[in-house]
């Protein structure tokens, strides 16, 4: 039997840098920690820079079977034929993108520390769930706390993936995948 997108969110799951990328170093901290799932996050108005930052991820990815999420924008993932999308509370639902994006696209939902944010995701038919921020984070500082115990219950309760996500480094990652995250998402502790 064929492994599904969504039974491969495991192990360390990028985030990229919010600004103009560096494509060859992003390949290298691929290769070189064997990222297995790469977010693009770059917050800029210019369309035109994040088509082609995207499109060149996109045959990254593909080079090293990593799989390709773009945050918050259905549209871009569509035009760059992304394996999937993060949602935020304040972006389109995972029903929505879902529709948008088919039924074979990843579809992940930030659930910040609430379990009943993931069960609602999980019913709209997310593929995996991010819980954070798990530690004390520089690149969103005022980011609400989950504690670990928060994964713990989910994992009771949920049977999509898990994503750690918030501060978390090398040092402390074991720390999440223990308490049941399936996947452990860095930015700062993998690309600075």
Request: hydrophobic content about 40%.
């Amino acid at each position: 039997m064929a492994i599904t997108l969504d039974q491969r969110i495991q192990g360390l799951y990028g985030i990229t840098p919010n600004k103009k990328l560096d494509i060859e170093f992003i390949e290298n901290i691929i290769t070189a920690h064997q990222v297995k799932i790469l977010q693009y996050r770059h917050k800029t108005q210019d369309d035109q820079l994040k088509l082609d930052e995207a499109q060149q991820l996109r045959e990254l990815c593909l080079t090293h079977n990593t799989l390709f999420i773009v945050n918050d924008d259905i549209n871009l993932c569509e035009k760059v034929s992304a394996h999937g999308v993060h949602l935020g509370q304040r972006d389109k639902s995972a029903t929505e993108a879902r529709y948008k994006l088919g039924k074979q696209a990843i579809i992940g939902v930030s659930c910040y520390n609430e379990i009943g944010l993931a069960l609602e995701a999980e019913r709209s038919g997310a593929s995996y769930v991010a819980f954070g921020a798990l530690f004390p984070s520089t690149t969103k500082p005022n980011a609400k706390h989950c504690k670990l115990s928060v994964i713990k219950s989910a994992k009771k309760r949920i049977n999509i993936p898990i994503v750690g996500i918030g501060g978390v480094t090398f040092e402390n990652q074991s720390l999440a995948f223990n308490a049941g995250c399936n996947a452990v998402a860095m930015l700062d502790g993998l690309f600075t």
